[in-house]
Nanobody, 123 residues
Framework: VHLVESGGGSVQTGGSLRLSCAFS????????MGWFRQALGKEREWVASIDCDGSPGYADSVKTRFTMAKDNSKNTLHLRMNSLKPEDTAMYYCAAARGGGWLELLGQQNNYWGQGTQVTVSS
């Protein structure tokens, strides 16, 4: 499995960005996948997931502002981020569960990862 993120950048508070993750090697159309982020000096945290049975879908901190979608015809994940805040500043990573589902994705250790794309929100 190969994941490549794009779409990061710098925006002001209240702005929007759309991240993309081009994936390959995923044969199951309902493969559990997600987005994580890691701010400087903090641990990596889960942001959103799709096709993961049992997942709440979005972290509380983003669920009214972020929308995740998967386009299986183009092998691409998207994360639309609206009303961005300075606390959203982080490196954003696309991830796929290696063989399991939601709990494996959340546990992070066995995931496939992209290289990350930086999002910076200035006040």
């Amino acid at each position: 499995v190969h994941l490549v993120e794009s779409g990061g950048g710098s925006v002001q508070t209240g702005g929007s960005l759309r991240l993309s993750c081009a994936f390959s090697g995923v044969t199951d159309r309902r493969h559990c996948m997600g987005w994580f982020r890691q701010a400087l000096g903090k641990e990596r945290e889960w942001v959103a997931s799709i096709d993961c049975d049992g997942s709440p879908g979005y972290a509380d901190s983003v669920k009214t502002r972020f929308t995740m979608a998967k386009d299986n015809s183009k092998n691409t994940l998207h994360l639309r981020m609206n009303s961005l805040k300075p606390e959203d500043t982080a490196m954003y990573y696309c991830a796929a569960a290696r063989g399991g589902g939601w709990l494996e994705l959340l546990g992070q250790q066995n995931n496939y990862w992209g290289q990350g794309t930086q999002v910076t929100v200035s006040s």
